[in-house]
Antibody, heavy 115, light 107 residues
Framework: EVQLVESGGGLVQPGRSMKLSCAASGFTFSSFPMAWVRQAPTKGLEWVATISTSGGSTYYRDSVKGRFTISRDNAKSTLYLQMNSLRSEDTATYYC????????WGQGTLVTVSS | DIQMTQSPSLLSASVGDRVTINCKASQNINKYLNWYQQKLGEAPKLLIYNTNNLQTGIPSRFSGSGSGTDYTLTISSLQPEDFGTYFCFQHNSWPLTFGSGTKLEIK
């Protein structure tokens, strides 16, 4: 069974950093691209970033480019999202998803950016 | 960026009704269109991928169609458990984009 479990969310002050993790199991992690999608409270879904199987290619939405870094450790079957210079508009639940047809999603981790 | 215009934003229907939700892309997305259902406090659940492929475990009352810029999700006979918010999602071009959602209420 495919499982994606996010962790690392919480309350953080504007301008600070936070790193999210997503532990994957039930499939060959290194064979699939992965992505992060977020959802602000009571709002719609917003794609954040995607990473290729090897990690050699990454893609970001404009509003996070230069601030967020998606990465992966295939040996640990873990996906990461390093978030720097956080803003209030980054407040959201962050979901990890397997980016092959975006079929499998984690339960999400809430990031709240507030002073 | 490709804009995904989803309609209607709110839909109220009765059990047994045939329901359709539409998504219009601002340019051709080559059928790389998914449909998701989301219930309060839960992650999105994939219903249909690449326009018309039913995800494993999803009831056959859900179907998808479309091409080019226009796509439709159909629920052939609405069931009580089908309430929730439905989103379309294009994964043809960067940045990947979602529709704004259709809230489906059961009368």
């Amino acid at each position: 069974e495919v499982q994606l479990v996010e962790s690392g969310g919480g309350l953080v002050q504007p301008g600070r950093s936070m790193k999210l993790s997503c532990a994957a199991s039930g499939f060959t992690f290194s064979s699939f691209p992965m992505a992060w999608v977020r959802q602000a409270p009571t709002k719609g879904l917003e794609w954040v970033a995607t990473i290729s199987t090897s990690g050699g290619s990454t893609y970001y939405r404009d509003s996070v480019k230069g601030r967020f870094t998606i990465s992966r450790d295939n040996a640990k079957s873990t996906l990461y999202l390093q978030m720097n210079s956080l803003r209030s508009e980054d407040t959201a639940t962050y979901y990890c998803t397997r980016a092959h047809w975006f079929a499998y999603w984690g339960q999400g981790t809430l990031v709240t950016v507030s002073s | 960026d490709i804009q995904m215009t989803q309609s209607p934003s709110l839909l109220s229907a009765s059990v047994g009704d045939r329901v359709t939700i539409n998504c219009k892309a601002s340019q051709n997305i080559n059928k790389y269109l998914n449909w998701y259902q989301q219930k309060l406090g839960e992650a999105p659940k994939l219903l249909i991928y690449n326009t018309n492929n039913l995800q494993t475990g999803i009831p056959s009352r859900f179907s998808g169609s479309g091409s080019g810029t226009d796509y439709t999700l159909t629920i052939s006979s609405l069931q009580p458990e089908d309430f929730g918010t439905y989103f379309c999602f294009q994964h043809n071009s960067w940045p990947l984009t979602f529709g704004s959602g259709t809230k489906l209420e059961i009368k």
